[in-house]
Nanobody, 119 residues
Framework: QVQLVESGGGLVQPGGSLRLSCAASGIIFSIYAMGWYRQAPGKQRELVATITSGGNTNYAQSVKGRFTISRDNAKNTAYLQMNSLKPEDTAVYYC?????????????WGQGTQVIVSS
């Protein structure tokens, strides 16, 4: 059974920092691309950042320079370090694990963790 469990969300003041974690089980973590997405109230889910199995990263323009995605294959965990947080970063943040080959496509989601940026 595949599980992605996010943690680390909460309430933070503007300018503050949070570190989200996504602990994976039931998959061969090292071969999966990992991603963080977010969904604000009344908006569609959007990509925040991704990291490939090889460690290549990609960021949404709105978070470049403020957020850092990383992974620890030994711990089967992906992270999202969020600095200089803004009220518009308020959303539910979801972890995603994706793998694709010529004959296999796998895509899994966590349950989400709430991030609220407010004074």
């Amino acid at each position: 059974q595949v599980q992605l469990v996010e943690s680390g969300g909460g309430l933070v003041q503007p300018g503050g920092s949070l570190r989200l974690s996504c602990a994976a089980s039931g998959i061969i973590f090292s071969i999966y691309a990992m991603g963080w997405y977010r969904q604000a109230p009344g908006k569609q889910r959007e990509l925040v950042a991704t990291i490939t199995s090889g460690g290549n990263t990609n960021y949404a323009q709105s978070v470049k320079g403020r957020f850092t995605i990383s992974r620890d294959n030994a711990k089967n965990t992906a992270y999202l370090q969020m600095n200089s947080l803004k009220p518009e970063d308020t959303a539910v943040y979801y972890c995603n694990a994706a793998y694709s080959s010529s004959n296999v496509n796998s895509d899994y989601w966590g349950q989400g963790t709430q991030v609220i940026v407010s004074s």
